[in-house]
């Protein structure tokens, strides 16, 4: 084998097993029902990968999950959500790699008017602190 051809292979395999390594701590996203007049969250969460299975949340109760993001900074994770007092379906990437890279605990409020992050879990309550609220994105 050629010299070049060495050094390919050697790259491609240092590239496939940094892959493959879970060495960092995994992400955990935390998601909880901050709906008014307590409301029961439906939600169902996936990525390209994964389908988390569709889920329902009590009133200020929590679900979470954990992963490790990719290499590439291109992990996604979505979830489709809806309640009994909307019944327009909404939707959030409630994970992207390019703005979510430093959070190993994402805390995630759901309320009628979007998902709020935190950098706590959050308890439903005026005290809460949001680092930043976002729209629900557009409908398809």
């Known amino acids: 084998m050629s010299p070049l051809g060495r050094v390919v292979l050697l790259l491609t395999t240092l590239m496939l097993l940094m892959s493959l390594c879970e060495c960092d701590p995994p992400t955990t996203v935390h998601i909880t029902d901050c709906l008014s007049n307590k409301q029961w969250l439906n939600f169902h969460c996936k990525s390209k990968n994964d389908d988390l299975g569709s889920r329902v949340l009590a009133p200020t109760n929590s679900y979470q999950f954990s992963f490790h993001p990719n290499l590439w900074a291109t ?6 959500m809806y309640w009994q ?20 605990n994402c805390f995630w409020s759901i309320k009628d008017t979007g998902p709020c992050k935190s950098l706590t879990q959050p308890n439903c309550s005026a005290g809460d602190k949001y680092v930043k609220c976002y729209n629900w994105n557009p409908s398809k």
């Open 75 to 80: 992990t996604l994770f979505y979830c489709s």
């Open 85 to 104: 007092g909307d019944k327009k379906l909404h939707w959030f990437n409630i994970f992207e790699a390019q703005r979510d890279i430093t959070c190993t």
